[in-house]
RNA sequence: CGAGCGGACUACGCGGCCGCGGCGUGCGAAAGCACGGUGAGGAAAGUCCGGGCAUCGCAGGGCAGGACGCCUGAUAACGUCAGGUGAAGGCGACUUCAAGGAAAGUGCAACAGAAAUAGACAACCGCCCCGUCCUUAUGGGCAGGUGCGGAUAAGGUGGAAAGGCGAGGCAAGAGCUCACCGACGGGACGGUAACGCCCCGUGCCAUGUAAACCCCGUCCGAUGCAAGUUUGGGAUCUCUCCACAUAGGGUUGCCCGCCCGGGGAGAUCCGCGAAUAACGCUCGAGCCUAUCGGUGACGGUAGGCCUAGAUAAAUGGCCGCGCCAGACAGAACCCGGCUUACAGGUCCGUCUCGGAUC
RNA sequence: GGCCUUGUGGUCAAGCGGUUAAGACGGCGCCCUCUCACGGCGCAAUCCCGGGUUCGAUUCCCGGCAAGGUCA
């Protein structure tokens, strides 16, 4: 299963103008509906060096992919919170919460 | 055995499942799918130097500016490296050093101190003069002087005070004289050289600072892959700037020289991806092994190897084992260095010092 | 990725190698006043950090760290 990347600024921007905001403790999900699905992380310079924003990228796709057979198509942004680690764990339950939250996925039976 | 010194290397590993960026092959109209193989560092970092490469100048000169600075070598080049010299530190192995010139010139040296680069003052000594006391007198003592001469040793300071220390000498003193040390000049020898060492001579010839200006020597055109190349179209109209030349524009900060006849902005129509796409973009001063030359940096020869090329930007997640933890940290055009960050571990040495034993 | 700039009390800042490190706003304490304001006096600085040059460094040199700007 394939997803697309949010990749140019205009519609990064028309994302963050026009779709939803839900927090969490790790992080802050923006999502928009759409045909396909596609996603971007967002992670600046706050967060360390460059070793650092890739580790917390990594996690957030990763995390991210695990909930990808069941979602319905749409545009997500993911912002993480600064914080002192940031772990797998958080940020798999928190995404899941969220899109539960907002029947985008189906509720798994299991 | 303990404490050190110098050098080299490594940077969690293995297995299973899921997943990511290039590449190759196959299938497919395409999106994509399958398989194979590949995929971050010693510093990829800081951007501090040096190159390659690209564009501009048409590749000329001068000034200004900048960098470097013991010697010899290595190198494409360097502010780097190697070997040596000198100085400083350490018992030692060894380490550190922007290490040219202060009699080319200029500047600065607070406070303290009599005085800060050099004259004076006070103090010292002799002569002369005057006062006073002792003495018959000669002579002597004490206190002094807008006087003359000698002379810079001592003077609480200070980073620095006119070579140092000792002896002689003198009215008092002074390299005035002598020995030793230092400095300067000359010569012989060794060394490619920096320099070393020895001999002779000169009483000594001028504080520090050049990471102050500066002088001497060597080197440097500017901008940087967001460089730059290709596609990025065509037509019409309007406005504006400058000009027919001692002007204007371009050219490196300036001057000379050289080059140029137009430049800029907006609107409309066909067209439409314009922070875009492709190239640059990875085979290169490349890496590995052997061998030869060299003390070494490095170079020669032979054989083998191909080893990331992304562009909102690829290495992750989960499980198991090794003991549970595992540093600093992520390529963005490419190389050579320097500097800075860094858990742990491994190896080497006719290495050094101390202790014990034989 | 490249190229630059700046770090001085809480804030804005001056500072030609020798200063008690100016000044303004703000803060705190005291005086003045019945009280407040105004006014007066005083206090508060690791000169971003570490080395070096120098007799002496906020200043000069080297290396870090942090903040900011710029390119199409």
Same mark, same amino acid.
């Given at each position: 299963?394939?997803?697309? /990347?949010?990749?140019?600024?205009? &519609?990064?921007?028309?994302?963050?103008?026009?779709?939803? #905001?839900?927090? &969490?403790?790790?992080?802050?999900?923006?999502?928009?509906?759409?045909?396909?699905?596609?996603?971007?992380?967002?992670?600046?310079?706050?967060?360390?060096?460059?070793?650092?924003?890739? %580790?917390?990228? /990594?996690?957030? %796709?990763?995390?991210? /992919?695990?909930?990808?057979?069941?979602?319905?198509?749409?545009?997500?942004?993911?912002?993480?919170?600064?914080?002192?680690?940031?772990?797998?764990?958080?940020?798999? %339950?928190?995404?899941?919460?969220?899109? &539960?939250?907002? #029947?985008?996925?189906? /509720? %798994?039976?299991?």
């Amino acid at each position: 299963m394939k997803y697309l /990347r949010l990749k140019k600024a205009k &519609e990064i921007t028309s994302v963050l103008k026009s779709g939803k #905001r839900l927090h &969490e403790k790790t992080l802050t999900l923006v999502y928009f509906p759409s045909e396909a699905t596609a996603m971007a992380v967002c992670v600046g310079k706050k967060f360390g060096g460059s070793v650092q924003r890739n %580790r917390i990228k /990594r996690l957030l %796709r990763e995390a991210f /992919r695990g909930y990808l057979p069941l979602l319905t198509p749409c545009k997500v942004l993911l912002i993480p919170k600064k914080k002192e680690a940031y772990f797998y764990g958080e940020f798999s %339950r928190d995404i899941g919460k969220l899109l &539960e939250k907002e #029947r985008l996925i189906e /509720r %798994r039976t299991g």
